[in-house]
């Protein structure tokens, strides 16, 4: 018990750092609101039109949400997938100044000092989250308290994730440009193959499917995990799911325990 | 002033900031739908015949109670209705049928089933009525072998679940195409299976079905998917309307 207490204070420690880290960056706060009102504001009302329907049996969204209503988890997973990864930066930089050599000689476990960090980054991560949520009147989503609830549970599971993933990634790049360019081509890709901003129509069979697109996109939403955290955070807000629900929440719990265990051999190298 | 306090007050202020300007974002219109219908001065309500019985009452020129809640709901949003009367609605069982467009009517009604088909192409607000399947005619209770006329109209209710039912009754089905087929039959003294939306000669019998034979479903009235404020300020008007 006596050893436990010290470790918990570490992990608190390094966790409110990074907390007071992530509030005091004006640009990193700017980020968490301007995504979402670019994405919901001027994407999702530019774009709402050209999927409502006109004509009783010729829309283009045969689905019972409109495009707005769509697009909401996905703007918030988005936040969460760049604050998450981004975070990372602050891996580089704490090895680059050296505060990670003096956490890594402390009297901490590892995998504690690491804990506190991804927890740290999490947090954030999922306050950017819950920043979205405000948006949900303008996209006509009625949230109760439950669901609310369960989606904050949720977008933390999948920060910590994230945030590991984020940490693995700084550990192979070692300055701060070169993590930049490579975050995007991370982050950019899997959003968009995602089925974040298109349905893949659950109505339609196999055949149809690849009739509709081209089987090398299919093939690449169906392998994409974040195909899967998408559609589960879409299950909770909207009730809307085109995969089985558990599956993204199956995803997101093995990628919190396979990441941090990659994470933590990573760290610290 | 806490020590505590000094050190968050920065932070929670940028982040009120910014909650405060998500939170005057969410109240900006997504749509022009509303203000357009203000703009023309006018709000279309589709129905698909107007002496249907939730359009039009048994008194001649009083409405039927569709058409009450809508003229409750149009008064509220200050606009004058226009109803609508779409031929093709109550011919086909097909929505796809009905050829209807956002240039005719901004809202849908007249015995809208709230199903999952019409959810794919609509946004729904449920209004308080049903629609199931009845029994007409004598009260008697029909022998195995015996016929009974079935109309079905254009309602969207579950056919294979009734045919089964009616074949574990042991009874034939003789199907009636139309309103005036389904009237002489009754008037013949024969007994029919009908919707509950379908107008009945005076003083015929009505019964319910029981659970097993057919579904009964709620009534919504429809408005094309997209048209968040125009949805929104009819969901609110509704909601003030007391029920019919």
């Not at chain 1, 476990?109 to 999922?126: C, E, F, I, N, S």
């Not at chain 1, 989250?129 to 948006?135: E, H, K, R, T, Y």
């Not at chain 2, 389904?182 to 919707?195: I, Q």
Request: glycine letters at 10%; hydrophobic letters at 50%; one cysteine or more.
């Amino acid at each position: 018990m006596s050893s436990v207490v010290p470790i918990l204070r570490g992990i608190h420690g390094i966790w409110l750092r990074e907390i007071m880290r992530a509030t005091r960056d004006k640009g990193q706060l700017l980020g968490g609101v301007s995504r979402p009102l670019i994405w919901l504001l001027i994407l999702g009302v530019g774009l709402n039109p050209y999927f409502r329907g006109e004509v009783f049996g010729e829309v283009r969204l045969v689905l019972p949400y409109s495009y707005l209503q769509f697009l909401f988890p996905a703007v918030i997973v988005l936040n969460i997938m760049y604050t998450s990864i981004q975070f990372a930066v602050s891996v580089i930089w704490d090895r680059e100044f050296g505060f990670l050599r003096e956490v890594l000689v402390a009297p901490l476990p590892r995998w504690a000092a690491l804990l506190g960090k991804v927890l740290g980054g999490a947090t954030a991560a999922t306050g950017h989250g819950i920043l979205v949520l405000i948006l949900a009147r303008f996209a006509d989503v009625t949230l109760t308290v439950p669901q609310v609830l369960q989606a904050v549970v949720y977008m933390f599971a999948l920060s910590f994730a994230l945030t590991c993933f984020g940490v693995v990634l700084a550990s192979k790049v070692r300055s701060f440009e070169g993590f930049g360019v490579f975050s995007n081509t991370v982050i950019l890709p899997l959003y968009f193959a995602s089925s974040s901003v298109f349905p893949l129509d659950p109505s339609l069979t196999r055949t149809q499917l690849v009739a509709t697109y081209p089987e090398w996109l299919v093939w690449l939403i169906r392998v994409n995990p974040i195909t899967y955290a998408v559609d589960a955070l879409r299950g909770i807000l909207i009730n809307f799911n085109q995969f089985p629900a558990q599956t993204g929440f199956g995803l997101v719990a093995a990628g919190c325990v396979g990441f941090f265990l990659w994470a933590l051999r990573s760290f610290g190298r | 002033m806490t020590r505590w306090w000094r050190r968050w007050r920065k932070p929670a202020l940028d982040i009120g900031l910014i909650a405060a300007l998500l939170l005057a974002v969410s109240f900006l219109p997504p749509d022009t739908s509303l203000a357009e219908r203000r703009k023309q001065r006018v709000l279309r309500f589709c129905v698909p015949d107007l002496a249907s019985p939730l359009v039009a009452a048994d008194q001649p020129g009083a409405p039927g109670p569709e058409l009450r809640q809508m003229q409750a709901v149009a008064a509220r949003l200050g606009l004058p209705l226009q109803t609508v009367a779409i031929a093709n609605m109550g011919r086909s069982f097909n929505p796809r049928d009905w050829q209807i467009g956002r240039g005719q009517c901004d809202i849908i009604g007249g015995g809208l089933a709230d199903s999952s088909a019409n959810r794919d192409f609509l946004t729904l607000l449920p209004n308080g009525g049903r629609i199931a399947m009845v029994r007409a005619g004598p009260a008697a209770e029909l022998p195995k072998g015996a016929e009974i006329g079935v109309f079905m109209g254009s309602a969207g209710l579950d056919r294979l679940r009734l045919s089964g039912w009616l074949r574990a009754q042991g009874w034939r089905a003789r199907p009636l195409a139309t309103q005036a087929a389904l009237d002489a039959y009754l008037r013949g003294g024969g007994t029919a299976l009908a919707s509950t939306l379908t107008p009945l000669p005076p003083d015929t019998k009505v019964a319910d079905l029981p659970p097993e034979a057919a579904e009964s479903q709620s009534l919504a009235f429809g408005l094309w998917r997209g048209d968040v404020t125009l949805t929104r300020a009819v969901r609110r008007a509704l909601s003030q309307t007391p029920a019919r």
